[in-house]
Nanobody, 124 residues
Framework: QVRLVESGGGLVQAGGSLRLSCAVS????????MGWFRQAPGKEREFVAT????????IYADSVKGRFTISRDNAKNTVYLQMNSLKSEDTAVYYC?????????????????WGQGTQVTVSS
């Protein structure tokens, strides 16, 4: 049973930083691509970032490029999302996702496993 548990969300002022973590259990973490997605109230879920098996390949949404950094620690079975220069429009529930495919993808329907989400609220 694959399990993903996000943590690190909270309330932060605009311009501040947060680091989200997603701890994964139940599979060989290093063989899975990992992604972060978010969903704001009344909006569709949107892609944020993804990272390949070894961490060498990444893709970011244009809206977060240069501000967010995705990384992973395969020894700790954990993926991170460092979020800097936060804006009010970053307010959303953030979800991590995993899939055993070979190549990274920004498509949410390509991920088979999802966490329960963590709330990020940025006050202006």
């Amino acid at each position: 049973q694959v399990r993903l548990v996000e943590s690190g969300g909270g309330l932060v002022q605009a311009g501040g930083s947060l680091r989200l973590s997603c701890a994964v259990s139940g599979h060989t973490f290093s063989n899975y691509i990992m992604g972060w997605f978010r969903q704001a109230p009344g909006k569709e879920r949107e892609f944020v970032a993804t990272i390949g098996w070894s961490g060498d390949s990444t893709i970011y949404a244009d809206s977060v490029k240069g501000r967010f950094t995705i990384s992973r620690d395969n020894a700790k079975n954990t993926v991170y999302l460092q979020m800097n220069s936060l804006k009010s429009e970053d307010t959303a529930v953030y979800y991590c996702a995993a899939d055993p495919r070979r190549y990274i993808t920004a498509r949410g329907d390509n991920y088979n496993y999802w966490g329960q989400g963590t709330q990020v609220t940025v006050s202006s």
